[in-house]
């Protein structure tokens, strides 16, 4: 059929059974959004900034599993969601991100809201696109979609003209992609999974090391079933949390830069690591030399250059993960479980020694407590989005995840602003579930104008602010590394949240005391409508344990003793 | 410290716009160097050769072919380990130096005088990058006014 531009751009989200677009309207983007009000195969969610609406897309994409779609227009529009581009990049997250350009005959022209988009989306995209003709667009977009969800997944922009999008041409998506030059490699190689169940057979201390890209594939369930058959302890990454429950017996913890003691001690004593979709990330290492410095590293990923990139691979896998782990489970035989039963009881023995913890306070509550508060009151019930910062870290710490997708994060950019508009994603993808963003109080302000999006759309989330008055994660570097000097830091000067929520139509709380925080949650929930609830927590406290930047995995600072709860 | 070598790594891209961009962008953001680059379309396909001579460690070198693969529009990764290098330089000389001289060197380099002019002289050589270093280094006395290098361009054996 023959249709334009701008038709086929909803034709095409239609044929990709997209539910939900996040977007902002502007010059160069009209002629599409003028479809958009005459269509309705997909509802349009409007937020206030362009940010937002590309992290909305990603806490939709992450919470769904399927490929998260923003729309922007040109210029600053596009250069606002840069942040957004970064951040999904980071975290592997499938997205099309679709934005205005100036008139094919104006680009190149410093035009009004002209920028270089491409050139810009280049460095933080997995792939991008100028569309030069209407009759690119099924094929580009096509192309988009189906690059954006497979082999490692990521963010894919597609650039297009204003006079593209009016122009007419013939438009079929019922066509068979060509991409000869993008072929990922799925299936693992046999003789390589049958070498590294060898491996696995043989070693005494072997631990998982399970990585985000296991969400990614959605390859939780068998991941499980594999741990659960080889009884083989498992630590997690920060992106990984919910990939084994939280009460599961072989799930150590969380491992890294705050990961808990047993964590990183069974990481750094194993004889064989298990890294599946995990990439090696510095603030999960620590110093790398030291990092599991006597152990074999059977390493699964899908993408063969975050394999032996920082850590010597003995067992490269190149693969899905869902694949490789499936056809692990087939030779499952040969590993036996009770070999390992003395190796269990090291790790049990670090955490009875420094289990993960914080000191309870009478005056003022301590915002890991708010953390487990929400765990132990909603616990499945509810999807769990973070800013970044101190919260960020607790949240990952102390919540009780118990399924994958549960947990939307920030974790390669360690994106400030993240959180209230993921939520919102993560609340039209999963309207069954509470969804709570945890923030803190310099977190909230980078994207609170979303306050506006949830009221007019009645997306009910609960933001938790856990305010402490300061910068915390920055702070509390500065507290131990740079002499207490708290160089901007102190935000002892902040706006009145719970007028600010009511400013906007939605409501606020602030409280002081676990009674006023229990009924404030409650309320919430009931009232059913975007919520502050700010708790003025402890100031001082500090994430710990903590591995100072650049230090071994081994070598924590721990939590002081004295009455630990 | 590991050590750092040289090497020439070929890529077949599809030809399309930007995709020279996506090869450099790729380089300067994870920090790697490039030596020579050279870039012209294979013959009766929709395809482009570069050959790219850098340089790195062992693991460096690694992850540049692998980064290169991750790239849509690239087909293959060549990264060369027993291979036919050439490169091609010109040169232009005051015609008033010595011609019959700087002629057989020339040769001498598989190259020859192409241009000869009023007032300048022009010269080619096409050879292996370190030889014609050295032709550079055995012309200065005739005091050069300009050299260009192609940049290198391989096949394996």
């Avoid at chain 1, 937002?52 to 490929?67: D, L, M, P, T, W």
């Avoid at chain 1, 741990?227 to 150590?252: C, N, Q, W």
């Avoid at chain 1, 959180?419 to 109080?441: Q, Y």
Wanted: aromatic residues 8%; hydrophobic residues 40%.
């Amino acid at each position: 059929m023959q249709i334009s531009g701008a038709q086929m751009v909803i034709e095409a989200l239609i044929a990709e059974e997209v539910t939900t677009v996040f977007g902002y309207p502007g010059g160069a983007i009209m002629n599409v959004y003028d479809e958009i009000y005459k269509q309705d195969g997909f509802q349009h969610i409007l937020t206030r900034h362009e940010q937002a609406a590309i992290h909305a897309a990603e806490g939709y994409s992450k919470a769904s599993g399927k490929v998260g779609v923003a729309m922007i227009t040109s210029g600053p529009g596009f250069t606002n969601a840069v942040t957004g581009l970064a951040d999904a990049y980071m975290d592997s997250i499938p997205m099309v991100v679709i934005s205005g350009q100036v008139p094919m005959s104006l680009i190149g022209t410093d035009a009004f809201q002209e920028i270089d988009a491409v050139g810009i989306s280049r460095s933080c995209t997995k792939h991008n696109y100028l569309v030069t003709c209407a009759a690119d667009l099924p094929r580009v977009l096509k192309e988009a979609f189906h690059i954006a969800a497979t082999g490692r997944p990521g963010p894919v922009h597609v650039d297009i003209p204003k006079d593209v999008t009016a122009e007419i041409a013939e438009f079929n998506y019922d066509i068979e992609l060509n991409l000869e030059t993008y072929k990922p490699h799925v299936k693992g190689n046999p003789r390589q999974i049958k070498k590294a169940i060898q491996a696995i057979a043989d070693a005494k201390r072997p631990l998982f090391y399970l990585g985000g890209g296991i969400i990614n594939a959605n390859a939780a369930y068998e991941v499980r079933d594999f741990v659960h058959k080889t009884g083989i302890p498992a630590v997690e990454t920060f992106m990984a949390r919910g990939t084994l429950s939280y009460d599961d017996e072989l799930l150590v913890g969380m491992l890294g830069m705050h990961g808990s003691y047993a964590s990183n001690m069974a990481m750094s004593e194993t004889d064989l690591v298990i890294a599946l979709g995990a990439r090696f990330d510095d603030r999960v290492t620590g110093k790398l030399s030291e990092f599991a410095k006597n152990a074999g590293v059977i390493h699964v990923d899908i993408d063969p250059a975050s394999i032996s990139k920082l850590v010597n691979a003995d067992y490269p896998i190149v693969g899905d993960v869902k694949n490789v782990v499936n056809d692990m489970l087939a030779q499952v035989d040969k590993i036996d479980s009770k070999k390992y039963a003395s190796w269990r009881d090291v790790i049990n023995n670090f955490e009875k020694l420094h289990p993960l913890a914080y000191h309870e306070d009478t005056d003022r509550i301590k915002p890991q407590w708010v953390i487990e508060r929400v765990g132990e009151l909603l616990g499945d019930d509810a999807n769990i989005s973070t800013d970044v910062g101190q919260h960020q870290m607790w949240s990952g710490q102390f919540y009780p995840f118990t399924r994958p997708r549960q947990f939307i994060s920030s974790g390669g950019l360690g994106t400030m602003g993240f959180g209230f508009p993921a939520a919102m994603g993560v609340k039209a993808a999963s309207p069954e579930k509470t969804s709570i963003n945890f923030t803190g109080d310099g977190s909230i302000l980078m994207n609170c104008q979303e306050l506006m999006t949830a009221v007019e759309k009645k997306i009910p989330v609960i933001n938790i602010i856990l305010n402490n008055n300061f910068l915390g994660m920055v702070r509390q570097w500065q507290t131990l590394f740079y002499d207490k000097r708290h160089s901007e830091t102190d935000l002892s000067v902040q706006p009145d949240f719970v007028k600010l929520a009511e400013a906007f139509g939605g409501i606020g709380y602030r409280v002081k005391t676990k009674e006023e925080f229990d009924a404030a949650l409650k309320d919430a929930i009931e009232k059913n409508i975007v919520a502050f609830i700010e708790v003025i927590v402890e100031r001082m406290e500090n994430v710990m344990p903590m591995v100072p930047a650049g230090g071994s995995l081994f070598n924590m600072m721990l939590l002081e003793k004295k009455g630990a709860k | 410290m590991e050590t750092s070598e040289r090497r020439v790594i070929s890529v077949i891209v599809i030809n399309e716009s930007s995709v020279l961009s996506r090869i450099t962008d790729l380089f300067s953001a994870r920090g790697y160097n490039i030596t020579s680059l050279t870039v012209a379309p294979i013959p009766e396909s929709k395809y482009s050769r570069l050959t790219i001579v850098t340089s790195g460690s062992v693991r460096v070198i690694e992850q540049i072919t692998k980064q290169l693969h991750k790239l849509i529009p690239v087909l293959k990764v060549y990264e060369h380990e027993d291979l036919v290098e050439k490169e091609m330089s010109m040169v232009k000389f005051p015609a008033s130096e010595n011609i019959a001289d700087i002629s057989t060197l020339c040769e001498a380099y598989n190259g020859k005088i192409v241009n000869v002019g009023e007032n300048v002289i022009i010269v080619m050589i096409a050879d292996e990058p370190k030889r014609i270093e050295n032709f550079l280094k055995l012309i200065k006395r005739y005091n050069p006014k300009e050299i260009v290098r192609s940049g290198a361009v391989a096949l394996e054996r």
